[in-house]
């Protein structure tokens, strides 16, 4: 079964370096989306991709946050500098057509510790 | 923009006792739910979801969840659970008055007890 991947699994780096984070949706998949998932909480989108066009950005820090899906198939997303209050969990999740009504696939994530 | 609650943030139950983890969303207009399970150190998969049509929906591994417009919420139910069902639930909602957007609960800490 196809699956989402995501890279690397697990990033520790100090305040004020830069990060980045590699996500390969479903192969066909035309909408990508990027969560933040903070402890004890639940996942909140940060972008949302169709194909190669961000459709929401709303919620991303653009001060500090970079994403980008340049081919409309994989994307990264970049944090720098990168703050304490950044550690979190990083997910990326993709599905068919961005409709309301699409299941969507996630990946294992990346969890981020910032020192 | 939609919210959506789950009361309880942590379930503890015996193996083999029914279990019901609870959701209620802020509005009831054009909604789609969904239940997503996630396991430790896995991202979310997709447990069961409501589109429209009936309003019990199944999953493949015995849970279920009713949608109930009036009382605006989407309850999962187990009337017999695993040790292999200890994980993280999550609520969400989406719908085309939220732009397609996806919210989340804060999510259920479900552990089964031996």
């Known amino acids: 079964e196809a699956e989402v991947a995501q890279s690397p699994r697990y990033k520790i780096t100090e305040k004020s370096q830069a990060v980045a984070f590699w996500c390969d949706p479903i192969?066909?998949?035309?909408?990508l989306y990027w969560y933040r998932q903070i402890l004890g909480q639940g996942p909140e989108l940060l972008v949302q991709?169709?194909?190669?066009?961000?459709?929401?950005d709303s919620q991303l820090p653009k001060d500090r946050f970079s994403a980008e899906r340049l081919k409309g198939v994989d994307s990264t997303l970049k944090i720098q500098p990168a703050e304490l209050g950044d550690s979190a969990m990083y997910l990326c999740?993709?599905?068919?057509?961005?409709?309301?009504?699409?299941?969507?696939?996630f990946g294992p994530g990346t969890r981020l510790t910032v020192l | 923009a939609q919210s959506v609650t789950q009361l309880d943030s942590q379930v503890p139950v015996f193996e083999e006792a029914p279990v019901e983890l609870r959701c209620n969303y802020s509005?009831?207009?054009?909604?789609?739910l969904f239940w997503y399970v996630q396991y430790p150190n896995q991202g979310l998969q997709l447990l069961l979801k409501?589109?429209?049509?009936?309003?019990l929906v199944e999953s493949i591994n015995g849970f279920e969840a009713e949608f109930n417009k009036s009382q605006t919420s989407f309850h999962l139910r187990k009337p017999s659970v695993h040790i292999s069902d200890t994980a993280e639930y999550f609520c969400?909602?989406?719908?085309?008055?939220?732009?397609?957007?996806?919210?989340f609960g804060t999510g259920t800490s479900l552990t089964v007890i031996p």
């Open positions: 999740a993709s599905s068919l057509l961005g409709a309301s009504t699409d299941t969507q696939y």
């Open positions: 192969s066909g998949h035309a909408t």
């Open positions: 991709f169709q194909d190669e066009s961000v459709v929401d």
């Open positions: 509005s009831s207009v054009s909604v789609y």
């Open positions: 409501y589109l429209s049509g009936s309003t």
């Open positions: 969400a909602v989406s719908g085309t008055n939220t732009g397609n957007q996806f919210y």
